[in-house]
């Protein structure tokens, strides 16, 4: 079943193409790793996905449906930011967080379903802002979860966060996308990651220039050094 | 003498009056102070001098002419800064002044009304009737309504724009029904503490109560406890020593601050 559909999708800033012609698919189960350098377009492209940036040409259809025309979609989708910004004494617990993503406001049970599953359960009564960015991004995979979407979109969510937190985030994932059948699309410039979890890869930069069986990308060796170039030159240009 | 003065009936309207505004300050205050908007309060309640002299100048109840004038203004305020890009901190600057300033100018030419203008810059809540504290009540009981219908999206919106976006909450309309509940409030409190004042009420219980809670309600509790507390005890205090009621009042919510200050200096509440 054909979750995502994009295509033709060009963005144009005032002063640079951020996204040209960029067409893909995403069925359901898959577990689509989006990798690119910085600058690529990844962000440029999630925030088209979730209706933050309507500003683009070609069409972006979530379940056989234009995004432009029903924000339903948006039900069924469960998000986390890159980093989610947040006052550090804003007075929420763990609970009220992962409440917030609750569409059915009489489901309590599922916030402590979805705690238990992520190994936050104790932490639900403290302030977000006392907990260590592994844990606080697993509250926000619990808020993005908790009305079992039927895709997860992820951008970049390891940047900042200890080691020992992106192997408990990185099994949460396969189990997420293995047991529960749930499609992720996730961005990361970590290829190694990506060739460890997702089973479909897109190729990023400004245009796509892989898409396909993430088997058939790291087979490719042309394919890696070429990405990796890419990524290393705008590694060197950053600094 | 201390306990023959709950027996007035000017004191019961005037603590009734105070309690709810006690509550509605607090609740409303708590989502601007979240959203780095904590003058926000103070730039509507200068415009609303705007509309109190606007009000005595055509003849109109000066009040009625306030909640217009400050409204409208909050909102078109709002549309602008979101249209050209000003920041939040600038906007509240041209809101506050330009009300003080079309203030100034109708109350010279109109050769001046002090005394009216008097009571509205630091309150009068010991002169309160029974429809003031009817119309007080009612329109505390109809936002705390919407409050509770759309805590969610306005938790969510308040904690991240963006994130509340992508859950498919209308963030801009929910970002103008605050505005509006605010205009309301601030107009409504001018009773009590008045237009100078008004910011205090917004502020200060809501940065003590979230030095103690954990989650929102429980702060929301905290602040509305330490709110209602200030104004009963403010009320009565000023009343027995014949002093101002609204600085009273907001000198009773700085102690409670600068105690719950002391108390986590010392190490007695958690650092967060």
Redesign the interface.
Known sequence: MLIVEIKNLTVQYPDVKALDDVSFTVNQGDFLGIIGPNGAGKSTLFDSM???NTKYKGTIKFFGEDIKKS?NY??E?G?V?QK??????????V???V?????N?SDENKIDEILQQLWIHELR???I??LSGGQQQRVFIAKALVNNPKILILDEPVTGIDQQSIELFFSILRELNSKQKITIIWSSHDLDAVNQLANHVACLNRTLFFHGESEKFFSDDELVKQYSEASMQEHMHHH | MSLEILTFSFMHRALISGIAIAILCSVVGLFLVLRRYSLFGDAIAHSSFGGIALGLLAGIYPLWAAYGVSIASALIITKVKDRYNISGDASIAVLLSSGIAVGLVIIGLSGGFTIDIFSFLFGSILLVSVDDTVLILALTGAILIVILLLYRQLLYSTFNEEQAKVSGIPVEKINYLIVFMAGITVVTSIQLVGVLLISALFVIPNVTAIMYGKGFKQTAIISMSLSIFSVVVGILVSYIFDITPAGTIVLISIGLLAGTMAIKSAGLLSKN
């Open positions: 979730l209706g933050l924000k948006l039900k989708l998000y930011p989610p910004i947040f006052e550090k004494n804003f007075p929420v617990t609970s009220d967080v409440r917030m993503g609750l569409n406001e009564n403290r302030r802002g006392e």
